[in-house]
């Protein structure tokens, strides 16, 4: 059994992420730190969390929870999750996000929901568990649908609020509480677009750490009704022409498989 909140010996080479915040530390814009405990630039860990998160080349990768605006690991920067994505590096990225929603999770979790007592760390899987009412918390994940629309030869694309500007990406939202996830993309494509589709086929899903979500993708056909972007939730959207799209978002996002997808489905 992994005891999730041991440390490694002080010659074991080892991946370190880590967070403070939303942010990971790293050094040269996107570099993790990796080394042994004994020759890396980071203070003592006696007050920090420091908990096992998995493997990457076959070497152990720990947490480390630092404060927010910790200059103890000055000899880094800390920087947006958001920078491993664009480096291209799924991988690393993937176990950057699983680290980010640990330290979320243990920072928020510190205090019983149901009775309000200190709440304790289990050891051998990620939980916090109290001892006062058994009330026991897991890392929330929230399920989100995305899809990709075409219409003949078109797909629906749209820019998001909080896309960079110039950015189109397919349509996404949270499934809410008692929904399937194809009732979801229903309901989610009818509120953003105004329109009805059909042949809903799921695709693959991607965990996404802004902040805990679980992107579950599917394709889906135009089947009726005109498009109504709706103003609250989007800037911009239309169909465009396959051969024809705007920047849309890069390799290794579940967007950009999912468009790929609808698209060489369409080119058959
Ligand atoms: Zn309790």
Redesign the pocket.
Known sequence: MVKLYSRPAFDEPAWWFVISADQILTFNDTQLPFGCLGELPFPALDDYPVVQLGELRERTCYLIIADYLDDNFDAGEFKPLRNLLDAGDMEKFALAGRARQFSDFLSTHRF??????R?QAVDWELAMH??????RCYPRVSPCIIVAITKGEKLLLAQGKRHKPGMYSILAGFVEAGETLEQAVEREVHEEAGIQVKNIQYQLSQPWPFPHSLMAGFTAEWAAGDLHIDPHELVTGDWFSVDQLPAIPPPGTIARTLIEKAIGKEKQ
Do not use: D, I, L, Y
């Open positions: 019983c929901g149901r009775c309000g007592t709440m109290c001892h006062q009412c058994q009330h």
